[in-house]
């Protein structure tokens, strides 16, 4: 997609184009940004609102900083979309998320102006710190670091560590907290309400210009009244608002709030701030959607909303006459609402994605029974320990990639002590367009080796809501269920619940010559591959494990006795996945066989579609059913006649 002739944005295709302007034509620039952004995410989808918030602190940054020499860091990386298409992709940002096409995040390797990889929220301070300790080090006294976080991401622990460490060195950081009151759902806790009392504090704002301004005139005067300027500047601070010093108390100097719109204001600053040493924190209330009023007045909604018309706004959705498979969160959602109201035990808990894992349906029905701990994904689990001591039951409820944060916590905080503490484990296996950062690969692997660890994966919506229904019963333990973004398979749902023996699995089909083993949503790909390979004349076996800890071992010595040829499919890492604990299995038991291993290879996976990385990675239909083919005979008497 190409901007119309004549615009501004089209004649930029670096910062250092940018930097020709004047500064009273950046408005126009934020302009055609914001709207190019809107453009192109409307009929290829993406994360939207973000990006237009930051639109202004993005042309700023780009006009004030020497990049890439001075180094940026995005936190996350959802808004780091106009950062893209002013550093050199701007006619290549119609293939963002697309399978092949630009990363949907901040790449080292897409760009030398991304300079750190990201995905996860709050690693920025830490990074850019990183950054600046070893600009310090090699003698760049005059590179800048920059890390723009914003105020969701800042309620994590590794944000609070950073700052903490970056209080003591005096490097050349400067902290900008976007402060949209927003991640993806509302932000939640005590900074959120310490953020909005300086944002809304009326004595202290008019001070907050003034300050800056006098602090770098004062600054090159010389050290002496640059001590008195630092004394003046606390005093009136404590004297106008007494919670202001959270940030100074961490040897921070604090700036703001401003306008995160206000794009020629933001230039000044961000010119005045580089004369400044030492680390400081810019403050910049922004408005998450900014510029595009449905996205303002409904931000969660249109974090990443697909596809849409962007004049009317409408949000468009795969239209269909049958009834549709609800989405595998959605099931969770409702599912967990109707366990509680018959066990006053359950609570639920998220680390801010109660949206994203539909916990929200928990929140609204049952206020007092679900959280929203921020993000914090190590708080979270540690906090859900805390209830299982005293006999309730948390649903804790996090992303598969999330998960891998939080690792010390199940070990140590849940799984040492045997608490039952239910792990659900959402986007599990290659989680789409979000690419590598949020691809649940290694939850099977990681989760197996963990001691007293229940470790299961539904094939459907049925089983999801029976293995919930299981991990609630007495004395279970720590008991982890892992399933897929996206859809399920069944329309016909909402089926009566039922507990699930642990370790056991099941038989899908009997067959001849060639077992399938599967755990997980996956499975349904070998039903799709085990139908057509029947018209062909092939009839392998399909088993669903279901656990991958503890294994089925019943399940296994039949298939061992039976077959010397086995297939193990899992939408998760072969490198001590489902397949590995199999082959474990069959050297345990002295099984002489033929297994082959199908799942996601030892190598990072990029972005695309779900169906087109199973593919990639050599596990969809077509691929189970080529190595089927590969590893057994047709059977003439079950050929169907053409």
């Given amino acids: ?186 932000n939640v806790g005590a900074l959120k309400e310490y953020l909005t009392d300086i944002a809304t504090s009326k004595p202290y704002n008019r ?99 697909g596809l849409f018309d962007k004049i009317t706004g409408e949000i468009k959705k795969t239209r269909s006459d049958k009834p549709q498979p609800p989405k595998y969160q959605d099931v969770f959602g409702h599912t967990i609402i109707e366990l509680a109201e018959a066990n006053a035990k359950i609570m639920g808990i ?32 540690t906090f859900s320990a805390g209830l299982a001591t005293q006999g309730l039951i948390p649903f804790c409820n996090i992303y598969s990639s999330f998960m891998q944060r939080a690792y010390d916590q199940v070990i140590h905080d849940v799984a040492i002590q045997n608490l039952n503490v239910v792990f659900c484990l959402d986007r599990a296996g290659v989680a789409g367009a979000d690419g590598p950062t949020h691809h649940g690969a290694y939850d099977l692997a990681y989760m197996r080796c963990i001691p007293n660890m229940t470790v299961s994966a539904p094939m459907n919506e049925e089983e999801l809501r029976n293995l919930m229904f299981t991990a609630q019963q007495d004395d279970m333990g720590p008991f982890v269920i892992r399933y897929p973004r996206g859809n399920g398979v069944m329309v016909d749902w909402q089926r009566p619940l039922k507990a699930i023996k642990v370790g056991k699995g099941r038989k899908i089909c009997d067959g001849d010559d060639v077992a399938v083993l599967t755990i997980g949503h996956i499975g349904n790909e070998a039903v799709k591959a085990i139908a057509s390979l029947n018209i062909e004349g092939y009839f392998p076996a399909h088993y669903d494990l279901r656990f991958v800890k503890p294994l089925d071992e019943v399940l296994l010595h039949e298939v061992f006795k039976k077959f010397t040829k086995v297939i193990t499919v899992e939408d998760g890492c072969l490198e001590g996945g489902m397949g590995s604990a199999v082959l474990e299995f069959m050297a345990d038991n002295n099984y002489s066989a033929n297994v082959v291993r199908l799942g996601i290879p030892d190598m990072v996976i990029e972005h695309g579609e779900q169906p087109e990385l199973w593919a990639e990675c050599g596990y969809n239909a077509d691929a189970i059913a080529a190595k089927v083919k590969m590893l057994s005979v047709p059977q003439a008497k079950h050929i169907i006649a053409s």
């Avoid at 403050?283 to 990443?304: I, N, S």
Wanted: proline residues 4%; contains cysteine; neutral net charge.
């Fill in 1 to 186: 997609m190409q901007v119309p002739a004549g615009n501004l944005l089209q004649t930029i295709n670096y910062p250092s184009d940018l930097k020709q302007l004047k500064v009273e034509e950046l408005k126009q620039v934020c302009q055609e940004l914001r709207q190019y952004i809107i453009d192109v995410v409307s009929v290829n989808g993406g994360h939207f609102a973000a990006s237009l918030g930051v639109v202004e602190l993005t042309v700023a940054l780009q006009y004030v900083l020497n990049t890439p020499y001075d180094q940026l860091v995005w936190d996350v990386g959802h808004q780091a979309y106009g950062h893209k298409i002013l550093t050199g992709r701007r006619e290549f940002f119609h293939t963002n998320r697309l399978h092949g096409g630009l990363s949907g995040f901040p790449k080292r390797s897409e760009s030398e102006y991304d300079t750190f990889g990201v995905g996860h929220s709050s690693t920025s301070i830490s990074a850019a710190l990183g950054m600046a300790v070893a600009s310090q080090y090699k003698g760049e006294t005059d590179r800048q670091h920059v890390a723009v976080i914003g105020d969701g991401a800042m309620t994590a622990g590794i944000a609070f560590e950073a700052l903490n460490h970056a209080g003591i060195e005096n490097s050349n950081l400067l902290v900008i907290l976007n402060d949209n009151n927003m991640s993806i759902d509302p």
């Fill in 350 to 381: 998220t680390p801010a994605m109660p949206s994203g894992c539909s916990l929200n349906l928990m929140m609204k029905a049952m206020p007092n029974r679900a959280f929203d701990v921020g993000i914090a994904e190590q708080h979270a689990v």
């Fill in 207 to 305: 001070f907050r210009d003034d300050i800056a301004s006098v602090l770098t005139k004062i600054s090159a005067i010389g050290p002496d009244a640059f001590k008195i300027a630092q004394k003046l500047e606390k005093s009136i601070k404590g004297t106008l608002l007494k919670r202001s010093n959270f940030f100074e108390a961490l040897k921070f100097r604090y700036f703001g709030p401003i306008d995160g719109h206000d794009v020629e204001h933001l230039v000044k600053v961000l010119s005045d701030l580089r004369d400044i040493p030492g680390p400081k924190l810019l403050h910049c209330v922004t408005v998450k959607g900014k510029g595009y009023a449905l996205a303002e007045k409904d931000q969660t909604k249109w974090h990443a909303p």
